[in-house]
C-alpha cells in the first residue's frame, strides 16, 4: 500500500482511514498458503481519539507497512474548575460572580 492509496480524515474526535489496498501476488506455480490476509479491495478503518486533540496539526506517516498518526493535545478547558465569589451588595442575598 502507497502513501498516496490512503485518505486520513477527521470529524471531531473521530478519524476515518479509507484507501484501497492492491498486493501483488507471488509468481508461482504451486503457491501453499496457511493464512493469507485480504490483498486487493477497499479499506476502511474508524478509530476515536480519547482526549480533544488538534485536529489542524495532525501528521500521517507511512513507513515499512506501518502508518502513525499523530495530533498535539488541546487543552480540555470544560474541565477546570472555576472559583465563584459573592460581589453582590451587603443585603442582596445570592449575588454571585466568577472569579478570572
Excluded at 45 to 70: C, F, K, M, Y
Excluded at 74 to 93: L, S
Amino acid at each position: 500500500m502507497n502513501a498516496a492509496d490512503l485518505t486520513v480524515e477527521v470529524k471531531g474526535t473521530l478519524v476515518t482511514l479509507t484507501g484501497t489496498k492492491s498486493t501483488p501476488l507471488p509468481t508461482a506455480e504451486r503457491i501453499k498458503f496457511q493464512c493469507v490476509e485480504r490483498g486487493h479491495g477497499p479499506v476502511r478503518a474508524r478509530g476515536a481519539a480519547l482526549l480533544p486533540v488538534n485536529s489542524h496539526g495532525g501528521t500521517a506517516r507511512l513507513q515499512d507497512g506501518l502508518l502513525t498518526i499523530e495530533f498535539p493535545k488541546v487543552q480540555e478547558k470544560r474541565q477546570a474548575a472555576r472559583r465563584f465569589a459573592d460581589r453582590g451588595n451587603p443585603g442582596d442575598h445570592g449575588a454571585l460572580g466568577a472569579e478570572e
